[in-house]
């Protein structure tokens, strides 16, 4: 089991360009979340995918954008960069459950972006 | 919204016991997580609370208390290698995200 996959590892983009980041969840999941990690800080959540829909955002501009395709793998859109969207950017997969399920998170190792 | 607040940094002696502690203000509650994070590692998993009470594992054990909005983790035997961030996060009551703190920075000596 290959676990969560980010592509790429590493990013430089410059302001105003356009990003897109890619995951694939853990074999079994049906679930992605994307995390943003600035550094020395938590992640922050910034929207989750279900059945090839966005199922909950976090506070993030509509810059972010997202999309999960039939295989369950998801991309993250980021438009218009700016310098403080530097950070590392965290994909979770997750297999969905009821709320009162016990439903952990496996984390990918990440894609750093660079914004200069 | 949820608020999570946990200590920046923390140090300890190879061998020693720690306890990280995590308090935390919600508005929906569904079990709270602990991560460890090396330094450009994606956090992995290390224990989960819903219930009130300490649940062991191995060398960390991790207790919640609701009514308080408390949670701590507690590494004993400490070795080397627990040098990490700590992450404290608190699952969404609806949905499975996840609201996490700044992390607890660990560094162990020897």
């Known amino acids: 089991d290959a676990g969560v996959t980010q592509s790429p590892t590493h990013l430089i983009k410059t302001r105003g360009q356009q990003v897109t980041l890619r995951c694939s969840p853990k074999s079994g999941h049906d679930t992605v979340s994307w995390y943003q990690q600035a550094l020395g800080q938590g992640p922050q959540f910034i929207f989750q995918y279900y059945e090839e829909e966005e199922r909950q955002r976090g506070n993030f501009p509509d810059r972010f954008s997202g999309h999960q395709f039939p295989n369950y793998s998801s991309e993250l859109n980021v438009n218009a960069l700016l310098l403080g969207d530097s950070a590392l950017y965290l994909c979770?997969?997750?297999?969905?459950?009821?709320?009162?399920?016990?439903?952990?998170?496996?984390f990918g190792p990440g894609t750093r972006l660079t914004v200069l | 919204g949820q608020n999570i607040d946990q200590p920046t940094e923390m140090t300890a002696t190879e061998g020693a016991i720690v306890q990280i502690n995590c308090t935390y203000q919600?508005?929906?509650?569904?079990?709270l997580f602990w991560y460890q994070q090396h330094a450009g590692e994606a956090p992995t998993f290390l224990s989960y609370n819903v219930l009130d009470g300490l649940e062991e594992k191995g060398r960390f054990s991790s207790f919640l208390s609701r009514s308080k909005g408390y949670s701590y983790l507690l590494l004993k035997e400490l070795q080397m290698k627990d040098s990490a961030s700590y992450l404290c996060a608190v699952r969404d009551g609806r949905y499975s995200t996840l609201t996490f703190g700044k992390g607890t920075m660990l560094l162990v000596s020897p």
């Open positions: 979770a997969s997750s297999k969905l459950a009821g709320a009162s399920s016990y439903n952990e998170q496996f």
């Open positions: 919600t508005s929906g509650f569904n079990g």
